[in-house]
Each structure stands twice: as C-alpha cells, then as structure tokens.
C-alpha cells in the first residue's frame, strides 16, 4: 500500500507544480530547464544520477513517452501492466499498486511480487 500512497503523492506533488507553473514564468524556465532540483526542492525524491527531462506540449505538438523495455519476455496478462495508460506514469492501474494482485512484478509501481 505505501507505494500507492507515494504515486497519489507523486501525483498531487506534480499537479500542484505544473499550476504554479503555468501561473509563474520563471518557475516554468527553471521547471523546464533543471527538474529534478525543482522536483528536489519540493520534496520530491528523484535519485541522483537519473536525468530528468520536462518538455511542455504546445497546441501543435504532444509528447508521448516511449517507457524503457522489460527485461525478459512477458506473459500476456503482465502485458496489461507494461503498455498502455499505465506506461505513462510507471504506476500499473490493473493492480493499484499491487503486483501481488496483478502478478506482473514489472509494472514500476515498486512491487515485489514475491513478497
């Protein structure tokens, strides 16, 4: 459950950041220009040594993030947590955070699915 609790606040510590920035130019620039000490400067824990990018969309342009490869070969119900709305944010909505639920043990969400 605690890695649930961590991706609500994720979440909420995000939302939060992108309407200040869009009300605040230069947090936007610093946003935009040095992520992971603004993310830091929030409490928001980002490892050191893993490069953190922000691109705004535009009216013209949108960004799709295309997640790193599992290790391994996946079954297809671990499918439902490597692909799709989930891969957007690390976070496996078919197991809320569970993998014990889901079984997958992949998803990013922080689970064990041996535990």
Not at 7 to 31: C, F, H, I, P, Y
Not at 33 to 62: M, Q, S, W
Not at 67 to 93: I, M, T
């Amino acid at each position: 459950m605690q890695t649930t609790v961590q991706q609500v606040n994720w979440e909420k510590e995000w939302g939060m950041l992108v309407a200040e920035a869009w009300s605040d130019e230069k947090l936007k620039a610093r946003l935009l220009e040095d992520p992971a000490n603004v993310l830091r400067e929030r409490g928001v824990e980002v490892p050191y040594g893993v490069d953190v990018r922000v691109l705004e969309d535009t009216a013209e342009i949108r960004h799709l993030v295309l997640p790193a490869s599992p290790e391994g070969e996946l079954a297809d119900e671990e499918l439902n947590c490597a692909v799709g709305r989930d891969s957007f944010s690390g976070f496996c909505y078919a197991c809320g955070g569970d993998c014990r639920r889901c079984g997958c043990g992949r998803c990013g969400c922080g689970c064990d699915a041996s535990e």
